[in-house]
């Protein structure tokens, strides 16, 4: 049973940073694509950004892009999200996830993604 584990939210001043981890347990990490999405409060999840199996593809959100980076260490079974320039609106509880198909290009699309994490609160304040 694959199952995903996010560490490191917390509080923090815009402008700041912070590095989120995701662990994965329950099968091969190394062939998978990984992503990010993230849940304000009243608003739906929404797609932050995505890597290929080997980290050489990355994808992100127009609202993200240039401030947050998407890696992953594949012996280490983790995939990160380094967050830069930190707004008020980057608000949110963060998910990790997984697709259950080996897919190892980045996915874009949430419907493929299968696997969540139960979230990390990441909160920025102005």
């Known amino acids: 049973q694959v199952q995903l584990v996010e560490s490191g939210g917390g509080l923090v001043q815009a402008g700041g940073s912070l590095r989120l981890s995701c662990a994965a347990s329950g099968r091969t990490f190394s062939t998978y694509a990984m992503g990010w999405f993230r849940q304000a409060p009243g608003k739906e999840r929404e797609y932050v950004a995505g890597i290929s199996w080997n980290g050489d593809s990355t994808y992100y959100a127009d609202s993200v892009k240039g401030r947050f980076t998407i890696s992953r260490n594949n012996a280490k079974n983790t995939v990160y999200l380094q967050m830069n320039s930190l707004k008020p609106e980057d608000t949110a509880v963060y998910y990790c996830?997984?697709?259950?198909?080996?897919?190892?290009?980045?996915?874009?699309?949430?419907?493929?993604?299968?696997?969540w994490g139960q979230g990390t609160q990441v909160t920025v304040s102005s």
């Open positions: 996830a997984a697709p259950r198909t080996e897919i190892g290009s980045v996915l874009v699309v949430k419907g493929l993604y299968d696997y």
